[in-house]
């Protein structure tokens, strides 16, 4: 396994629950993208036009969820701050009402719950939101989990299973045209989960180089008196024209965040974005004023060129890849983690992830053999399931009300 983010970690463990011998090689475990998270698990609230197959997926992760957290901290003893509190999408403004209205339209016609409400109706759920908000929308069944504890949970579960991690930068030993292992340790399959820098593993045959790409996302962590929560759930907002989030924990902890930003393997911290920020996170919840603040930080999601993940074979014997989970990391871990450990234990993946074979971007043959499953309809979380997807680009992110 190279690479001990979320996805590396719960496939790590999971294999291992099935009888695998596994070894973790990644330099920093747990200190990625995975570290920097804000924890949603935002099936509803991230719905969008066109991403059938990836709202496929999403729904039935959001489904899986709360087995897998029970699995997680019943095997580690750490709670992993999974709340079921829901979550609110708010407007400042009548365009972004407008966005709204039309997110709630696209909800019914895919079956997903979601209420609108008025600013009143808002403020009733969650008193300390500014007055100036016009509008909000309403959604049950999306969660969140303490992104950093849930990485805890699942390095005491890996270590418990037997579990070898190698704190070392990776390199894959590869022999003809197989993969034959990492950094002289000889395995008969070898997992890709190293997020934004997998396509730059030493040793990856340059044919099956997942396209994936930093984008980054700096994010602030404030903290008020746990026995005076401001809010009660996760509140994302357009404020003046840019994306936020505002996550409450239930220690008092407050995370902050919302820039997407194409800017390279940059993970500076900037008194821009921590100024908007702050200043937007306060016209949204003027009570921040007295929040202690915590920490500023920077993260690089592993982003894709369909948003999608990619998750199976790699076309190279002995190599599987799973990374490119670009917002959706800690949502998708479960579920991909799973789908790995069936993988290798049968040679078969999941139907739910035929669609985000990493080889759809790198073996034109496999794409025109796969093409009509790659817009497989959602399924109904009429039936208590929920669902998300991401943009495709962009400049759609810069417009979208959080990122994760």
């Keep these: 396994m190279v690479g001990a983010g979320v996805i590396g970690l719960a496939t790590a463990w999971r294999c291992a629950q099935r009888g695998f011998n596994v070894t973790v090689v990644d330099p920093d475990p747990g200190r990625g993208a995975s570290h920097y998270a804000a924890g949603m698990l935002a099936p509803v609230t991230e719905a969008h036009f066109g991403e059938e197959s990836l709202l496929h997926l999403t ?26 509190t829901g979550m609110l999408a708010v407007a ?10 039309e997110l709630h339209a696209y909800h019914n016609s895919l079956g997903l719950t979601s209420t609108l409400l008025s600013s009143r109706e808002c403020r009733d759920r969650e008193p300390a939101l500014a007055p100036a908000i016009r509008a909000g929308l309403w959604v049950e069944g999306d969660h969140q989990v303490d992104n950093r504890r849930l990485v805890q949970a699942l390095r005491a579960a890996c270590d418990r299973v037997g579990v070898r991690f190698l704190p070392t930068e ?3 030993d590869v022999h003809g045209n197989r993969v034959r292992g990492a950094n002289g340790i000889p395995a008969a399959a070898t997992v890709l989960a190293a997020g934004a820098w997998s396509p730059h593993v030493a040793g990856l ?10 984008v980054k996302g700096q994010i602030l962590r404030l903290r008020v008196d746990p026995n005076r929560p401001l809010l009660t759930r996760a509140v994302r907002a357009f404020v003046r024209g840019r994306p936020l989030y505002v996550v409450p924990r239930e220690t008092g902890e407050i995370v902050v965040g919302g820039t997407v930003e194409e800017m390279g393997f940059d993970q500076r911290v900037t008194v821009e974005a921590v100024a908007d920020l702050l ?3 306060r016209r949204l919840v003027p009570g921040l004023v007295d929040a202690d603040f915590v920490e500023a930080s920077a993260g690089l999601r592993p982003g894709s060129p369909d948003n999608g ?3 199976g074979p790699s076309g190279v014997d002995g190599l599987v ?8 990391g800690i949502l998708l871990a479960p579920i991909t983690a799973d789908a790995v450990a069936e993988l290798l234990a049968t040679g078969a993946i999941p139907e ?6 990493p080889r759809r971007f790198f073996d034109p043959d496999w794409s025109a053999r796969h093409s009509h499953r790659r817009t497989a309809p959602a399924a109904s979380p009429r039936s208590g399931k929920d669902g998300t997807s991401a943009e495709p680009d962009a400049a759609r992110d810069e417009k979208e009300a959080a990122t994760k």
């Design 59 to 84: 729904i039935e992760a959001a489904r899986r969820y709360p087995a897998f957290v029970a699995d997680l901290q019943a095997a580690a003893g750490i709670s992993v701050g999974y709340r079921t």
């Design 92 to 101: 400042f403004d009548n365009d972004d009402r407008a966005v709204l209205a």
């Design 170 to 172: 990776a390199h894959l």
């Design 205 to 214: 045959p340059e044919a099956v180089r997942p396209p994936v790409r930093p």
């Design 279 to 281: 200043d937007d996170a």
């Design 309 to 311: 993940p990619m998750v």
């Design 321 to 328: 890849i799973a990374t490119g989970h670009y917002r959706n």
């Design 352 to 357: 739910e992830f035929v669609p985000f074979d």
